[in-house]
């Protein structure tokens, strides 16, 4: 089982930059692929990106392609997102999910509490 909890987020003008941080619990990490969905008020949950255990590699949303980077850090036991050329329609609560799996499935078993992002135009 593993443990998320999300930070970095806050209020950015459009344009600007965050970076998100997920910090995960436990010894074994890098058996999870990781990911990063969004919710904004009134819709329901969105897949953001997600990087893979093992070969690292990434699959993002057309949405945020070009803007935003995943990264994990292992020996941290963290994954990033740092997100670019931020959009009001970026705001969003951001969540942090892990699969024990090789890639990160689209109902993850794993969530954090999330962190707002909310983009001021």
């Known amino acids: 089982q593993v443990r998320l909890v999300e930070s970095g987020g806050g209020l950015v003008q459009a344009g600007g930059s965050l970076r998100l941080s997920c910090a995960a619990s436990?010894?074994?990490?890098?058996?999870?692929?990781m990911g990063w969905f969004r919710q904004a008020p009134g819709k329901e949950r969105e897949f953001v990106v997600r990087i893979a255990r093992s070969d690292g590699s990434t699959y993002y949303a057309d949405s945020v392609k070009g803007r935003f980077t995943i990264s994990r850090d292992n020996a941290k036991n963290t994954v990033y997102l740092q997100m670019n050329s931020l959009k009001p329609e970026d705001t969003a609560v951001y969540y942090c999910a892990a699969d024990k799996a090789r890639v990160l499935t689209s109902r993850p078993e794993y969530w954090g509490q999330g962190t707002q992002v909310t983009v001021s135009a």
């Open positions: 436990g010894r074994t990490f890098s058996s999870y692929a």
